[in-house]
């Protein structure tokens, strides 16, 4: 798996999305009881594949990223189809410093990508987000 399995608490988040995906597999209320109570290994296996297509689906939605490990660091990310530009803001006593880089990856890493920094605490945000931070940067530079 490129992603790990939704919690019981995610899945019960979007359970309605997991019913969707279940009649589009052809597996009815009826049939997934069954295989409930039968303790069926097909259960782990539809748990599996669903949580592939959310996140599959989750991460492709985002655009950009923000994260800040401290109080004092700030990780900014614009993710395009093959590469993601970063950038980072650490203060020290007051004074910023600027940082910036960049990553390529295979279009089909691209989600695993950004689940990586969504486990890491990092948040989804605005694409102008970024746009404002290279701002403040370019302008803590000059």
């Given at each position: 798996m490129r992603y790990r399995r939704l919690t019981q608490e995610e899945f019960e988040g979007v359970e309605a999305e997991?019913?969707?995906?279940?009649?589009s597999e052809g597996i009815t209320a009826d049939d997934w009881k069954?295989?409930?109570?039968?303790?069926s290994p097909d259960v782990d296996a539809c748990f599996?594949?669903?949580?592939?297509?959310?996140w599959d689906g989750a991460?492709?939605?985002i655009q950009s990223i923000e994260h800040r490990?401290?109080?004092?660091?700030?990780y900014v990310f614009n993710f395009g189809e093959r590469s993601a530009d970063v950038i980072h803001?650490?203060?020290?006593n007051g004074i910023?410093?600027?940082?910036?880089?960049?990553?390529?990856?295979?279009p089909e890493a691209r989600g695993r990508e950004i689940f990586l920094l969504l486990e890491q605490g990092a948040q989804p945000c605005e694409l102008e987000r970024f746009n404002?931070?290279?701002?403040?940067?370019i302008a803590g530079l000059n």
């Open positions: 997991f019913i969707r995906y279940l009649a069954c295989k409930l109570d039968a303790q599996d594949e669903f949580s592939e297509v959310f991460t492709g939605a490990p401290s109080e004092f660091d700030l803001c650490k203060k020290d910023a410093h600027w940082s910036q880089g960049g990553k390529t990856y295979e404002a931070v290279r701002e403040e940067m």
